[in-house]
């Protein structure tokens, strides 16, 4: 099978019934698409998805294999013999997994299939970005100075990167979305940055080989959405913002850029159209930019698949991308030969299963709720709903929302309103940090760069600490839960006609271990006592998902979830986690001093010490690789390593024991 | 809802009126006053003793009922003021004792009151633990014991020793009867004390704390010369590893209480009756009004249906013969759905008021329908009259059926409590299930003025009979003292503390109390008699 020339598709090809060969949020977005096309749909699962909701909003669903993506959703074959076995002719690739992968393109094409998407060669010459990158440079279109050479030896990488000059960007060629990536300040971080982004590359994409570029500070990420039919025509859908960005990871994207003029929305429109034509481009891609603060812009690579941030373009242009990408791939002309204008401004955010106010490392557990407020001009793709279980196969995020308002001030509003008032529970997210990002003066103003996040990070920590009010929503709740229980279903619950001393429930809030207090004085009035404050306050109204109460001046209300571990208490952007901690301890759940548990689950994949030999505090003890990071395992106390019951491949499941350090002086 | 056939009790009370306004500021301060009593008896042996048992890690014995209980069960103590300044005693008598939910299932929980003399029984103690005890029979309530106590109070052994042996004796009949009885050790529990271990079903022990043996290490010495130690003697672990005695082990205290509700769970208990299911309606009318519609002066006579008003469901009341007898006032109602057959005093028993009471007994046992007392009684009519028609013998009916009933009775003492009064509206002799006190509550064979005044004249006869003149000043002060000591003796705080009720109870929680009460009641079978003594008509 030869590849086909990009400008070459010949024919039109019906498309009768698509398989999207994907999971979560965004295979059901394409479904959507695909279900308002009147196509017929086939989705694809893997063990750990039977019960996901894409699975069941396809017409018919088929396993693919167990949860691990290379059993499942990476598994070219096994997508082919879906694809197969109910009678689709044509593949959506969502992103993520196979969607940039030239192989399976043209593993789809040779299966007599069409992949709606890019053709395999230029999925393949892209893939490069060291190809891509001579492309531009061809195309007359501006890159960032750097290193994509064949030489891969530390000390040419290291030649090299004294030639392009400091700050230095180390990343993965074959990379994307971040991994892989280091930012050098000093040549000193160097040689630990290339060794570190090598190991990485190679984990995540089999293949270790590094670019390095010139590091542009407080830049923006600007990227043009292109879009080309099979009958030479090549348009740009405008630009996306994409600054907002933590670990290399775009969070919230907008269109219209704020920061671009007239004249630089035009020219970088025309660069990416430069780009796409220079390798063909076919289908919808993204032709990603970085914007220096002097309003130079420099390419930086092209994403061949439909991206997360879409939307936001979808909502300003008016045009479904997935739609788009249907067509074309049928062969049939986009039949404009310019965007349509932009109208008013569209802000997405990428809602993520993470914490952070730890590192957003990523979080995992049962989604006990999902709720969020539906508006007018608010878009939500989500893969996921209450019962949900979010788990470490795959990407941690739970739902894109979008915005779309007339001024990109009444979007962020409108966004930010949503997100604080919705209720997600069961799984720590980054909902209220979202929302105080849309809220802080310099987003509001436009004032975006990459280093956003870093920059603002204190400011984005809520300073209120929501924990009494919490507690105090939690105990009226589980006051008024407790009525109409018994023989006496109409007796105040705690009723004493001796009155001895409060009713007391302790709750963990973090690593805090909290008592409260309360006595219920009937007529739905309760005396509530965290530490040493305590006021009396009226229940105004309970049900199962939430209370309200009231001081005597003001009322509050909040959600309340139950969830795996206790509950969650919400409030507008707020919400805490409390665990109710059990009347009569079990005993032998209590750890040892410098027992080492795993803080989530995943996989050993180095173990630094050995049994029976001393360690510092501090001291790494073993390696962990959980949702793609390493984590290292530290010593708690200095002592001696006595108990490691894991060993290098081990997968180890969350507060699992992995080691124990006998104190020296025990 | 289906129409309800009861009417709705039309009450009459004026809020804004002044008497209204005195008798609530009086009511209030009885309430505050009860409120104090009753927190001064939860305090124990006092800080210095509390700190001396919670610095060895122990919980306070009220900390491990709270514990014992189910979040958010009710809990109804009894005869928490037994005791109270009664020479020798503590407030409560060194035992703590109620009904509440354990594992969901109503149970009559004790706890010794470990603070209070290393929890040494006193004589009361006995009386207040033999109280409970046949609370748990009459009702058959699962019954757990968590035992932290020295035993006798040896100064005082006389007293006890005796009636005490009653306390073993119960514990195995009601285990006959199919009544489990419980028993956590947490302490000592030695002797006699031995035996409340050795005679419950069940038998849960602290390890390290427990101490269980008929002889202690120095009588042991005394007895035989042997030298040991409480551990090998009498610990836990020996109990639970080698004499058999204990079934549990527990690892602490809190394992303790665990293993206590881990028990009663496992029990699957069936309370014996249920009510027909009906839908509940709270009261119409706002209890915190009953503090001023009683009057400050028992003498000064109220309408009883304002305080049945305050206390049933909707406030709805279906009263029997009105017409007739109307000094007491009988009907029917609910309380938390449980139905209730209500005799209420609305002044002095006449000849009527007694057969209208001893026909609605007989009804309500007809009908297994429960009976409620609220008993406000200064006693029968006396007076040629009344003689002559026979007052004794319609007394003596009514005393007949309050008797022979077999339906649960509960008797709220709310007023006066005067003369056969006291025993034809069920008093404690006549063995309700339930007996409880409102802080205005006078008791006594008759009024203390009544009781000086018949002084008076007898005296002033007796003088006349020997032809002397009157010592008036000696007979004042006779009359003062006499006074005096009866009204001392016929405060509710003196009765309360005999263990003559099940406690004093602020008026406003009688709709709960009752509630409580009914439902412990329910436990065991609900059953009515057509078999009397003989009527005398």
Known sequence: ????????????????????????????????????????????????????????????????????????????????????????????????????????????????????????????????????????????????????????????????????????????????????????????????????????????????????????????????????????????????????????????????????????????????????????????????????????????????????????????????????????????????????????????????????????LPTTGTLARFDLPASPGVRVDSGVAAGSEIGIHYDPMLAKVIAHAPTRAEAAGLLAWTLEHAVIAGVTTNRAHLARILRHPAFVAGQLDTHFLDRHRDELVDPTDHTESALVAITLWQLERHRGGGPLPQVEPGWRNVWYGDQRTSWRVGARDISVGHRNLGGRRCEVSVGDHAATVTVVDADARSVTWTDGSLTYTAAVTPTAAGFQVAGPAWAVDLVELPRFPDRAATLAVGSLVAPMPGKVIKVEVEVDHPVEVGAVILVLEAMKMELPVRATVAGMVRALSVAVGDQVAADQLLAVVVPTDA | MAEHPYPIVRSQVDTKRDDFQTNHAAGAAAVAKLAAALHGATVGGGPKYNERHTAKGKLLPRERLELLLDRGSYFLELCPLAGKDVPGHAPGASLIGGIGLVSGVECVVTASEATVKGGAMSELSVVKSQRLSDIAEQNRLPAISLIESAGADLPNQSKIFVPGGRAFRDLTRRSAARIPTICLVFGSSTAGGAYIPGMSDYVVMVKDQAQVYLAGPPLVKMATGEETGHEELGG??????????????????????????????????????????????????????????????????????????????????????????????????????????????????????????????????????????????????????????????????????????????????????????????????????????????????????????????????????????????????????????????????????????????????????????????????????????????
Not at chain 1, 294 to 317: C, I, K, M, W
Not at chain 2, 340 to 356: H, W
Not at chain 2, 501 to 530: F, K, M, N
């Open chain 2, 236 to 537: 836990a672990e020996m109990h639970a590893r080698i004499s058999g005695v204990s079934d549990y082990l527990a690892a602490d205290e809190h394992d303790a209480l665990r293993l206590g509700r881990e028990i009663v769970a496992h029990l699957d208990w069936r309370k014996a009756a249920t009510p027909r299911p009906r839908p509940i309606e709270p009261p119409r009318y706002d209890a915190d009004e009953l503090l001023g519609i009683v009057p400050v002066d028992a003498k000064t006579p109220y309408d009883a249906r304002e305080v049945i008003a305050r206390v049933v469901d909707g406030s709805r009341f279906s009263e029997f013969k009105p017409l007739y007898g109307s000094t007491l006032v009988c009907g029917w109602a609910h309380v938390h759905g449980f139905p209730v057959g209500i005799l209420a005093n609305n002044g002095i028993l006449f000849s009527e008021s007694a057969n209208k009471g001893a026909q609605f007994i007989e009804l309500c046992n007809q009908a297994d329908v429960p009976l409620l007392f609220l008993q406000n009684i200064t006693g029968f009519m006396v007076g040629k009259k009344y003689e002559q028609e026979g007052i004794i013998k319609h007394g003596a009916k009514l005393i007949n059926a309050v008797a022979n009933s077999t339906v649960p009775a509960i008797t709220i003492m709310t007023g006066a409590s005067f003369g056969a009064g006291n025993y034809a509206m069920s008093g404690r002799a006549y063995a309700p299930r339930f007996l409880f006190s409102w802080p205005s509550h006078r008791i006594a064979v008759m009024g203390g003025k009544q009781l000086a005044g018949v002084l008076d004249i007898i005296q002033r006869e007796a003088a006349a009979k020997r032809g002397e003149p009157v010592d008036e000043q000696k007979l004042q002060f006779g009359k003062a003292m006499v006074e005096a000591q009866i009204d001392k003796e016929s405060d509710p705080y003196f009765a309360t503390a005999r263990l003559w009720d099940d406690g004093i109870i602020d008026p406003r929680d009688t709709r709960t109390v009752v509630a409580i009460s009914l439902s412990a009641a329910y436990s065991a079978p609900v059953g009515g008699t057509t078999s009397w003594g003989v009527f005398r008509h």
């Open chain 1, 1 to 360: 099978m030869s590849h086909h020339a990009p400008l070459s598709h010949p024919v039109t090809r019906p498309i009768r019934t698509v398989l999207v060969a994907n999971r979560g949020e965004i295979a059901a977005r394409v479904l959507r698409t695909c279900r308002q096309m009147g196509l017929g749909t086939v989705a694809v699962y893997s063990d750990a998805d039977l019960r996901a909701p894409h699975v069941r909003m396809a017409d018919v669903a088929a396993r693919l294999g167990p949860a691990p993506a290379r059993d499942s959703y990476l598994a070219i074959d096994r997508i082919l013999a879906a694809a197969a076995a109910t009678g689709a002719d044509a593949i959506h690739p969502g992103y993520g997994f196979l969607s940039e992968n030239a192989d399976f393109a043209q593993a789809v094409a040779a299966a007599g299939l069409t992949f709606i998407g890019p053709s395999p060669l230029v999925i393949s010459l892209l893939g490069s970005k060291q190809a891509a990158k001579q492309r531009a440079i061809t195309a007359g279109v501006p890159v960032v100075p750097g290193y994509n050479g064949d030489d891969q030896a530390v000390a040419a990488l290291t030649r090299e990167a004294r030639a392009v000059g400091f700050p230095l960007l180390v990343k993965a060629s074959a990379g994307g979305g971040g991994k892989g990536m280091r930012i050098v300040r000093n040549p000193d971080e160097l040689g630990p940055a290339l060794d570190a982004a090598k190991r990485e590359a190679a984990g995540a994409f089999g293949d270790d080989t590094l670019i390095l570029e010139r590091y542009v500070d407080r830049p923006r990420h600007v990227e043009i959405q292109i879009l080309g039919d099979h009958h030479g025509t090549l348009v740009h859908l405008w630009e996306r913002e994409c600054s907002i960005q933590r670990r290399h990871q775009k969070v919230i994207e907008e269109a219209p850029s704020p920061a671009l003029s007239p004249e630089q929305r035009a020219s970088m429109g025309a660069a990416g159209v430069a780009v796409g034509r220079a390798v063909g481009y076919t289908s919808a891609g993204t032709v990603e930019f970085i914007v220096a603060p002097d309003g130079s812009y420099y390419f930086l690579e092209v994403n061949t698949r439909l991206q997360v941030e879409h939307p936001v373009t979808e909502a300003t242009t008016g045009l479904d991308l997935v739609r788009e990408q249907i067509r074309v791939a049928r062969g049939e002309p986009l039949g404009y030969a310019a965007a349509p204008p932009q109208r008013g401004h569209a802000i997405e955010v990428r809602l993520y299963a993470e914490d952070p106010a730890h590192g957003d």
